[in-house]
């Protein structure tokens, strides 16, 4: 299996935008779709955004997610930061040799 | 509205087996296109996917603990059952069910339940 690699925090103020990168180790990231997470704690993980850019129910279109071949990575763009939107963000992929599916190790991101 | 609520033990003794359930409502297990994964999350880590059953029972698992992993179902009681053996302390966390379903391409886990901690500990 591959890994995916996500910086491990990032911080930025209200209003502005953040960008969280994830890394897939080995083969493309455009093999496979990725799917991101959000979770605050003492809470489950919820959908933000899969199939690399589509958003999931109910999430503003203040998120948008992309890929980018050259550097093999996925990325989930916050614009419009808000205070609500601190928290721990998943990325995660599969293998489609196996249908595992692969969790990077999360970004925590503080809105200060 | 879709909801998946895991239950199981809190506490389970290292070489035991733990049995969790997830219980959903509010669609089919049998519905195509749609399957039940089971995710572990250990403190303060990132998650963990185990385990995924399909609409069709076809089953898939981590294959790094594919030995000790099984999943199964009953559809009478909208229920999927995840069984792990030998249970260690590094095998502590949150297990989660989550749904998945596929979306244009691919699945996507678009519910999850609210988990149950699992504490490995003599």
């Known amino acids: 299996n591959f890994m995916l690699t996500q910086p491990h925090s990032v911080s930025e103020s209200p209003g502005k935008t953040v960008t969280i990168s994830c890394t897939r180790s080995s083969g493309s990231i455009a093999s496979n779709y990725v799917q991101w997470n959000k979770q605050r704690p003492g809470s489950s993980p919820t959908p933000v955004i899969y199939e690399y850019k589509e958003r999931a129910a109910g999430v503003p279109d203040r998120f948008s997610g992309s890929i980018d071949s050259s550097s093999n990575s996925a990325s989930l763009t916050i614009s419009g930061l808000q205070i609500e939107d601190e928290a721990d963000y998943y990325c995660?992929?599969?293998?489609?040799?196996?249908?595992?599916?692969?969790f990077g190790g999360g970004t925590r991101l503080t809105v200060l | 509205q879709v909801t998946l609520r895991e239950s199981g033990p809190a506490l389970v003794k290292p070489t035991q087996t733990l049995t969790v359930t997830c219980t959903v409502s509010g669609f089919s297990l049998t519905t195509r296109g749609l399957c039940v994964n089971w995710i572990r999350q250990p403190p303060g880590k990132a998650p963990e996917w185990l385990a995924r059953i399909d609409w069709d029972e076809d089953q898939y698992y981590n294959t790094s603990l594919r030995s000790r992993l099984t999943i199964s179902r009953d559809t009478s009681k909208n229920q999927v059952v995840l069984r792990v053996t030998n249970m260690d302390p590094v095998d502590t966390g949150t297990y989660y069910c989550a749904r998945a379903q596929l979306a244009n391409y691919y699945y996507y886990m678009d519910v999850w339940g609210k988990g149950t901690t699992v504490t490995v500990s003599s």
């Open positions: 995660q992929s599969y293998d489609s040799s196996n249908q595992n599916v692969i």
